[in-house]
C-alpha cells in the first residue's frame, strides 16, 4: 500500500504564502517521480509541478516564478512552497508519485485564496 501523506493547505488572503508537503515512504521516494498536481471545482486535475529526471523540474506556466517544488531525501518529503498566491490557486492539491504504469495520489489538501 502506497502512501501519501500531505499536510500544509488552508485559507490565505491573496498575496500571501503557503507551504505544502508531501511524506511517503524511502523506496516510493527513491524510484518514483513526485510532483503536484490540483484541481479547481468544475475543472480537470492539472500538473502545478513535478520533478523530472534527476532533479530537473517542470511547472505549469501559470505558476512559474511563484511555485517551487523541492524535496528532502533524508525526510522522504516533497515540498511545494506557493509564494503571491492568487484567488485563481483555490484548488484541492493533491501529491502524486508516477514510476512507468504505477501512478498514485495522496488524499489531496484544500487550498484557498480569498480575501
Known amino acids: 500500500q502506497v502512501q501519501l501523506v500531505e499536510s500544509g493547505g488552508g485559507l490565505v488572503q491573496p498575496g500571501e504564502s503557503l507551504r505544502l508537503s508531501c511524506a511517503t515512504s524511502?523506496?516510493?521516494?527513491?524510484?518514483?517521480?513526485m510532483g503536484w498536481y490540483r484541481q479547481a471545482p468544475g475543472k480537470q486535475r492539472e500538473l502545478v509541478a513535478v520533478?523530472?529526471?534527476?532533479?530537473?523540474?517542470n511547472y505549469a506556466d501559470s505558476v512559474k516564478g511563484r511555485f517551487t517544488i523541492s524535496r528532502d531525501d533524508a525526510k522522504h518529503t516533497v515540498y511545494l512552497q506557493m509564494n503571491s498566491l492568487k484567488p485563481e490557486d483555490t484548488a484541492v492539491y493533491y501529491c502524486?508519485?508516477?514510476?512507468?504504469?504505477?501512478?498514485?495520489w495522496g488524499q489531496g489538501t484544500q487550498v484557498t485564496v480569498s480575501s
Open positions: 520533478f523530472t529526471w534527476g532533479a530537473n523540474t
Open positions: 502524486n508519485a508516477k514510476w512507468y504504469t504505477y501512478n498514485y
Open positions: 524511502e523506496n516510493i521516494f527513491r524510484v518514483y517521480t
